[in-house]
């Protein structure tokens, strides 16, 4: 219980203009009922006059047809306040729409500014100053650097990249330039010895 008594109320979300066109719109509706309950009578007294002149009471009739007369009017009348009241409706609703577009307007100028106290026009002057300069001297040794070599380094340095890309770069092992040993001539008859005795056995295996 402490805790439903404690607890705060939330803002109310409805403002005074939701308010205002609530009580428009009931006050529209009952000029309508108005308007309809009249309109329903006028049709039951164009009737009834009519009756009366059938009867021969001409005089009654018209009295009634006068009262309908100022019916009438009185029915434009309030078509007319309808109007005017729908309109105002209308006035306010548009007017909600142009105050929250002024709303996010103001959001947005406010970011901006803020935005430019962080970033301000000599900071950006510097940083293009500074982008400028680098791009220029960038641009003086680039020129420097071509002016300096010849059609021969340049020759050269293209060779160079050549080789790097073959791998004409990579070291090898050295060639040894002493002589290789002779072989001695019973080392080599001796392959030719086993090559005759295991000849036979070939033989007798095929056969």
Known sequence: MGNVFG??????????????ILQLKQQRDKLKQYQKRITLQLEKERLLAKQL?????????????????????????TE????????MVQDIEFMQIEMKVIEGLKVGNDCLESMHKIMSIEEV????????????Y?????????GALTQEDEDAVL???????QGEDVALPEVPTEPIPEVPETAKAEPERREAKNKPDREMLAA
């Open 159 to 165: 060779a160079e990249l050549e080789a790097i890309t």
């Open 53 to 77: 002149l059938k009867d021969g009471r001409k005089e009654k009739a018209l009295l009634l047809l006068k009262k309908k007369r100022y019916q009438d009017q009185l029915l434009d009348k």
């Open 125 to 136: 002057e510097r940083i293009l100053d500074e982008t400028q300069e680098a791009i220029e």
């Open 7 to 20: 607890r705060k109320s939330r803002p109310s979300r409805v403002t005074e203009q939701d308010k205002a």
């Open 138 to 146: 960038q641009r003086q040794i680039d020129e420097l650097l071509s």
């Open 80 to 87: 007319n306040q309808i109007s005017n009241l729908e309109r």
